[in-house]
């Protein structure tokens, strides 16, 4: 019998979820009630299920995201989540026939970008995504990190100050923060009033969902800078361990930190890192260029754990995209965008500076031919035309467009998804 794909209905929403429960290996239980409490956040427009003799076997789910690129703007992306097809419906190209009508869908609705955290590095590159940001972790032995343990304060000379506040203050300031991250950060996304709410424990996610565990108050302390602004967040949590000595041996991981200037990073990475009782630090998903290591006297202190692709790019709209972002160096490069879909397949002469862009579908000549997969990994300035030039993804028409691509599209510091959806 042949399988129907299509948007679910809010009858149908239960099954979907137990559906998605069971792609994802939790237990295959949902409730009304489940179902009820995420009506109100779930778009059933753009919520598809693949049905087997009436029985959901395959989920597919985008929402409107925002993306901050190179330079500070923001552009509309198209984020897909919830993708999963039953173990019995696996490899019968159920993801193939969904993830082509959400593209189609998310490109007809004007979205410049699609975007996904890869539950596996080899699913998404065919559909024209690339890892696009790269996260890092970090764990910290504190006793050998040289910091001197008389202090946890912002020094005397940066005037700030760390104050432990409330998960409600945390709703009021975070928000107000976070925009200002996503104004200079390129790789954030959006964060809604629910995201706060989950994440501050307002709201239970629920059984079956991420982080369903039974909520536990983190610790959530805020770097003030001279003039009183709030300038950064960060929330921890502790472990219990302690040696059979009587020695305290606790670890602090931290779940988010947000920091907008230096200052306010050097100030929190140093607090956690000289909390009494603490000997260890994980410092959660951070930028691989955050400034943590380089902050400790003694860097080798910081042990990387966890280093991996994070948000995965998929231009919908070359033009718009490369319009949106500002360039390291002026430049003229004329790309050769192959797309098997046919999304975005066609010549593009982009003509970037540091203040703007402007990109124009030509006929003339191309300098480098590229798929529009490498194109998502250069998005976000995150990758060397350099180095995929010399994997063989990029070709290079002109000599020395690769040099040109290097030095355009190359950012300061490197993106940063702060988020997983
Ligand atoms: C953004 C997110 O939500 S990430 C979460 C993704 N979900 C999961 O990882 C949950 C567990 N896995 C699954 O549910 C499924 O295996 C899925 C969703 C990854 C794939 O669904 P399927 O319906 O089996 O994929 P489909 O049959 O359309 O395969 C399309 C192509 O991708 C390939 N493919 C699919 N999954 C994988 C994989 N995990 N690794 C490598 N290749 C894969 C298939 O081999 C096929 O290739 P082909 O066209 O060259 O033959």
């Known amino acids: 019998m042949a399988l129907d794909i299509r948007t679910v209905t809010t009858a149908e929403f239960p099954d979907w979820l ?27 427009s753009r919520t598809q299920g693949a049905f087997d003799g009436g029985r959901c076997v395959a989920t597919f789910r985008s929402f409107a995201q925002e993306l901050t690129v190179v330079g500070g703007a923001a552009v509309p992306a198209d984020a897909v989540s919830n993708v999963t097809v039953s173990p019995t419906h696996r490899r019968r190209g159920l993801l193939n026939r969904m ?58 000379q940066d005037g700030g100050r760390i104050d432990l506040v409330s998960g409600a203050d945390v709703r009021k300031l975070g ?3 976070h925009e ?9 996304i959006d964060r809604d ?35 009183g602004e709030v300038d950064g967040l960060t929330v921890y949590r502790a472990d219990g361990s302690w040696g059979d000595s009587k020695q305290p041996l606790n670890r602090a991981t931290v779940v988010s930190q947000i920091a907008v200037t230096p200052a306010a990073e050097r100030a929190l990475w140093h607090f956690v890192c000289s909390i009494d009782w603490i000997t260890t630090v994980r410092s959660g998903h951070r ?34 995209a490369l319009e949106a972002r500002t360039y390291a160096v002026p430049g ?69 467009a690769v040099a040109t691509a290097e030095g355009m599209f190359r950012a300061g510091r490197r993106a940063w998804c702060p988020d997983v959806f």
């Not at 290996?25 to 409490?37: D, I, N, V, W, Y």
């Not at 692709?309 to 718009?320: A, E, F, H, N, S």
């Not at 703007?356 to 300035?381: H, I, K, M, W």
Request: aromatic share 8%; net charge negative.
């Open 18 to 44: 137990r559906a998605k429960h069971t792609g994802f290996l939790r237990p295959q239980t949902s409730t009304e009630e489940e179902a009820e409490r995420r009506l109100p956040y779930t778009d059933l």
């Open 99 to 156: 993830m082509a009508t959400d593209l189609a869908a998310a490109k007809e609705r004007g979205e410049v970008v699609a975007t996904l955290i890869a539950a596996e590095y080899p699913i998404y590159g065919r559909y024209g995504f690339g890892p696009a940001t790269w996260t890092t972790e970090w764990e910290i032995d504190v006793p050998r990190a040289g910091l001197d343990p008389r202090w946890s304060g912002p020094s005397e």
């Open 175 to 177: 928000p107000v923060l």
């Open 180 to 188: 200002r991250l996503r104004a200079r950060q390129h790789g954030v």
């Open 193 to 227: 009033a629910r995201w706060w709410a989950v994440n501050t424990g307002e709201v239970q996610p629920g059984p079956g969902a991420p982080g369903s565990e039974a909520w536990a108050e983190p610790f959530y302390a805020v770097y003030s800078n001279a003039a």
């Open 287 to 320: 930028a691989p260029d955050d400034l943590l290591p380089l902050l400790l006297p003694d860097p080798r202190a910081a042990r990387i754990v966890t280093q991996a692709d994070w948000l995965w790019v998929r231009l919908l709209d070359v033009v718009r």
């Open 332 to 400: 003229t490069l004329t790309l050769d965008v192959h797309d098997a879909t046919g999304l975005t397949a066609g010549r593009y002469r982009l003509e970037g500076t540091p203040a703007g862009a402007s990109c124009t579908p030509t006929t003339a000549g191309a300098d480098l031919a590229l798929d529009v997969r490498e194109l998502g990994t250069l998005y976000l300035g995150d990758e060397s035309p350099f180095r995929l030039a010399a994997l063989g993804r990029i070709e290079e028409l002109t000599p020395g």
